[in-house]
Structures are given as C-alpha cells and as structure tokens.
C-alpha cells in the first residue's frame, strides 16, 4: 500500500456541511465540487479523496482521520480498508474504551533519617500514655 493523502475528521465535517448546504441550494456536483475545491483550496485529485472520504464519514462521530492510499500491482489490501474508484479509504476511529488514569503510589523521596516515612504522623510532644503503654506490652508466645 502506498499512502496518498489523509484528511482530519473536523475538515471533513466542514467539506460535509459545505456539500450539504450546496446542495440544498439546488447546486449540481460540478458546482458543489468546484465551491469546495475554491474554498479548502483542493484541486485535482485532492478534491476528489476529499469529497469521497467526507462521503465516507457523513453520519460517524468517533473519526479521527481518513488514509487515502492506493495498492500497488498484485496488492491485495487489508480488511479495514474501502475501495472507492479505485482508491482505498482507511478510517481511523477513536478507541471505544474511555482513559482510565494509573492509580496513584504513594511515593516519598528524601526525608530526614529515622523519620516516619509511612502511617499517620505522631505527636510533635511524644507518646500518648496509651501509645507508650502499647509499646511496653510484654509479647506473648503462642505454643
């Protein structure tokens, strides 16, 4: 496959709205052709993808581009890609799945030695009684 060009989905949005109104207005392809080619300053075969990959998208929200690519001799192209005259459209969609963010690590870095690095910092004036008489409990084995 041999990449042509490729088209953002908020360009083709607007090539679409263009052709839309144009048309509505009793406009024929040639000249909605012609107005769009004038306006996004496309010509040629530029014109024409643009027009077929905004044709492509009409009614697709999560786009995010459109590849314009063409196969070479004996080519055969993958299954994500269409076929329109000749040339072949890859749309590239927004994943489905929504961000979720890594969860957060308590990381502490420096510090001074022998200072609490974990747990709930204690009092700034010494044990409490309950704290001290905790501390000085005689351990039992179990047997």
Partial sequence: MKSITEFQFPT?????????TLTAEGKSPEEVATAIGESFK????????????SDLVAGKTSVRRVLVASANEGETPAANYQQVDGTYYQIESF???????PAKTDVRGGGKKGGR????????WGMSPEELAHKN???TVAK
Avoid at 42 to 53: F, N
Avoid at 95 to 101: G, H, I, L, M, R
């Fill in 12 to 20: 083709l949005q607007k090539i679409l709205t263009a052709k839309t």
């Fill in 42 to 53: 496309y010509e040629g075969d530029k014109l024409k993808y643009a027009l077929a990959a």
């Fill in 95 to 101: 994943n489905a799945k929504p961000y979720v963010a």
């Fill in 117 to 124: 690095r974990d747990g709930p910092k204690g009092s700034p």
């Fill in 137 to 139: 409990k005689p351990k």
